[in-house]
């Protein structure tokens, strides 16, 4: 009897412990498909991220490639050179900024950058155009390149007429030559078929939407195209070479320049009211800069071979533009007619003049290339301005 009973028992825990073994087994199975089917689920969405990223990229690029080619269909729609029609031609570039010289007029501004350490000038970038940001960096340039506009041109009127009607000069005369002609593009001067120059100077200081120059050679007003930094390891070409006729400095070097002994107290009586507006320090850095400035002859060619045609009204002065070496034949013409027939003087008779920040300095060039300045005033219509 006990053995029965104890068989019962042992049957029972059998039947308990397979149940156990199957409940266990089953939920282990259900545990491990779970974590199957979403290991699966999770495969399956990155799969389809993936193919949705693969189709985003390439949506995107297709869209990248067609604007390309849209924006180079425009862009030579609207600039394609035609070879039949040049005129037509056109790209998008307006003056980014303007020169604050102390250049006032043409006459006088050095026909090279560099010659005149002392000539200053700001440029003033359009801050809607130019954000002051665009500038950082450039102070830690000593010198930078600058493209601007001839602005000044007495010809500027021909370059909207036809090429046949625009009278296009292929020679210019140049005064290193004393008046001989050369070819157009082997010179610098400004009156071009694109009014276009090109200059370096000294970067002083940057002072937000601000540059300081020095050695500049542009007049007051100039529009600017772009600015560049100066890079010497390209820039500067070792071994460059250029025609004898362009070393000829003594063409245009001045033996010595002195003053007057009633210069200093014009100068002081005038700097009284410009001090305020000017890029100098004192009366004598402007001093130092007129005589920097007349160190070079900066007469037209007609002015030099004629001296008595230099007799003329400052401010409706008829010269060269002095931004550069070259002579427009138009220009010299009118200055050869500027003066009355039958004027004849001793150079050392003739006043000329030279304007530096409005104000009016005159001068005479006596025997062997000496100048001497006679005094400095204050223009009118300068001193009501101020």
Sequence with gaps: ????????????????????????????????????????????????????????????????????????????????????????????????????????????????????????????????????????????????????????????????????????????????LEGGKMGLFATRSPHRP???????????????????????????????????PYLPYCDGIQGATVPTWVKADNVLAVASVSFSDSFNATLADCWTKLEKKSIYASPDEFQSLIKQVLSWDIRSLSQRSRPHNSIVNTENDVRVDSNTMDVDDDQDEAATNSAGEGVSLLSSDIIYHLTLEGLDVSYRMVSDGNVVVEKVTLPSHIAKQL
Excluded at 26 to 34: E, T
Excluded at 130 to 149: D, K, N
Excluded at 198 to 225: C, F, N, Q, R, Y
């Design 194 to 228: 694109c009014p276009i120059g090109l200059t370096v100077a000294k970067v002083e200081a940057v002072h937000e939407h601000m540059v300081l120059l020095s050695g500049v050679d542009l007049v007051d007003g100039t529009p600017v195209l772009d600015i560049k």
């Design 1 to 176: 009897m006990a053995s029965s009973d104890q068989t019962s028992k042992w049957l029972a825990f059998s039947v308990t412990l397979a149940v156990a073994t199957i409940s266990a087994s089953a939920a282990i199975s259900v545990y491990f498909g779970r974590r199957k089917s979403s290991f699966d689920v999770k495969e399956n969405k990155i799969q389809e991220l993936e193919a949705s990223l693969k189709s985003s990229l390439e949506k995107c690029n297709a869209e990248r490639q067609g604007r390309i080619r849209a924006q180079q269909a425009l862009r030579k729609s609207l600039v394609q050179i035609k070879s039949d029609n040049l005129e037509w031609t056109s790209y998008p570039m307006a003056p980014i900024a303007i020169i604050q010289s102390c250049f006032s007029t043409r006459n006088g501004t050095p026909r090279q950058p560099l010659l005149v350490p002392l000539a200053r000038a700001r440029l003033l970038f359009d801050p809607v155009r130019v954000p002051p940001a665009s500038l950082e960096g450039l102070e830690e340039y000593s010198h930078c390149w600058i493209i601007y506009v001839f602005h000044l041109n007495t010809n500027l009127e021909k370059l909207w007429k036809h090429p046949s009607k625009s009278k296009f000069k292929a020679k210019v005369r140049v005064p290193r």
